[in-house]
């Protein structure tokens, strides 16, 4: 029902930036945004799937992991959202994932098994 697609990553030097963005659509005349809870999740290898950034809701409720809370920021517009990476460090060479769920109030936003719908991930390689 819902598709998301990444895009964005890439191979960086250590301090620098990238910006991922997730397309996201859905089936029905009624889709929005609005309905889930959309979250960037990222996998390095050998690793468990860390939550990063979630934001959620006709509020945009924003909730984010404290590793990366001071470095990467979520946004969202009509049709899909954004992770915009700052400062990047060898250690957040990973999988990207977009990830969501239908969005009630209350939800387990840090807990990567909660999310329903995921997009097929884009590489981010930091190193020089």
């Known amino acids: 029902q819902l598709q998301l697609v990444e895009s964005g990553g890439g191979l960086v030097q250590p301090g620098g930036s990238l910006r991922l963005s997730c397309a996201v659509s859905g089936s029905g005349s009624d889709f929005s945004l609005e309905s889930y809870s959309i979250a960037w999740i990222r996998q390095a290898p050998g690793k468990e799937r860390e939550v990063l950034k979630c934001i959620s809701g006709r509020a945009l409720i924003i909730h984010s992991a404290d590793s990366v809370a001071g470095r990467f920021s979520i946004s969202r517009d009509k049709s899909a959202v954004h992770l915009q990476m700052n400062n990047l460090k060898p250690e957040d060479t990973a999988v990207y994932y977009c990830?969501?769920?239908?969005?009630?109030?209350?939800?387990?936003?840090?807990?990567?098994?909660?999310?329903?719908?995921w997009g097929q991930g884009t590489q981010v390689t930091v190193s020089s």
């Open positions: 990830a969501a769920r239908e969005y009630t109030g209350a939800f387990y936003w840090a807990d990567y098994l909660w999310y329903r719908y």
